[in-house]
């Protein structure tokens, strides 16, 4: 008995040690052969891809502006003489006709300074006439009728301009439009240096674009320019309008230049102060590399595309841009005409995935790992 349980003590430790041993070999080849084959797997990545071409492509300038009266369309009425405001006859916003009252001053005091001209229209020109039969006969020097008469004539100037201040003592409306600004009220005493009501032409406006004095330097009058509402070019579509003119000088409160624009097609009546967002078709190129927003990834202080290979192996590949639109990016260098590149899904994208096509609006859903232990 003490024999064969010695001889099975024997063959037990033997065992053992083999099983150690067979186990050890067995998970060093398999620690290999397991980081070889990680090593070799790629992540496999569902994405949209598109072939680039040439095709035409519009840098465009944007910039913020405000509908404004076109020169010649427009009526800034001051009152003739001093007064005092009597009646202010509108508001501002309201629609008026031509000849249609504005402001009413008091007409007593234009009353009183006619009557003060005519009365001394009358007395120069009896003193000129009493100085011209002195000088015909001879008692009264040349020169003192000649000055009389002079005296009369001033006389009568001012007579006519007392004259015409009552008439405009009520300020009417030079043009048929639209009141854009009054800046008086009842009772306010005014002069001729004041601005009172201003009329605007609601259908002879432009739009007042504001750049900078060096994007300014680019823009040229004709060039095409795309109005959308609002403060983007993601606004209401207004329709297309042209450069008017550029100004020459720079605006010495906002620091930037006016560009005018004029717009004749477009889609609705523009209001007056009514903000616009304008795209200026800067410069066309015929034959350029454009490529979708999605595509162009940042990388670091440049940015990156990634190209898929005919096995569908994805590559970074970094890229220079030029201009931009809402949708679409210029590639400058980086990337050639039949290159196939990643679309929506290149955000996240690695170097060297493999790249499944993921059909145009559908996005990847998560995989089933229902069967998967």
Known sequence: MRRRFRAAAVVGRASFALAIALASGCKGKGGEAGEGA?????????????????????????????????????????????????????????????????????????????????????????????????????????????????????????????????????????????????????????????????????????????????????????????MSAGQSAGGEPLGTGAVAEVAGTVDTTTRSVEIRVRAPTARRPLRIGETVFGSIAIVTRPHSIVVPSDAVVPDGPGFKVFVVDSAGIAHEQPVKIGGRTATGVEILEGLSAGDRIVTFGAYGMEDSAKVVPLDAGKKPSKPDTADKP
């Open 38 to 226: 990680q090593g070799e797997v790629k992540p496999v990545v569902a994405a949209q891809t598109i072939v680039v071409v040439p095709q035409p492509f519009t840098e465009t300038l944007g910039a913020i502006g405000t509908v404004t009266p076109r020169p010649g369309h427009i009526a800034v009425l001051s009152a003739p003489a001093q007064g005092r405001v009597a009646n202010v006859d509108v508001a501002t916003g309201q629609a008026v006709r031509k000849g249609e009252p504005l402001v009413e001053l008091e007409p007593q005091t234009f009353a009183a300074a006619r009557q003060s001209a005519e009365a001394a229209l009358t007395a120069a020109e009896e003193a000129a006439a009493r100085q011209q039969r002195l000088a015909d006969e001879g008692i009264a020097p040349r020169k003192d009728a000649e000055a009389a008469k002079a005296e009369a004539a001033k006389a009568r100037a001012d007579a006519l301009a007392a004259r015409r201040a009552e008439q405009l003592a009520t300020i009417r409306s030079p043009i048929t439009g639209v009141v854009t600004r009054v800046s008086t009220a009842l009772g306010a005493t005014v002069d001729p240096t004041q601005s009172l009501v201003e009329v605007s032409d609601p259908f002879a406006v432009d739009v007042l674009l504001s750049v900078t004095p060096t994007n300014a330097a680019r823009v040229r009058p004709g060039m095409r320019v795309a």
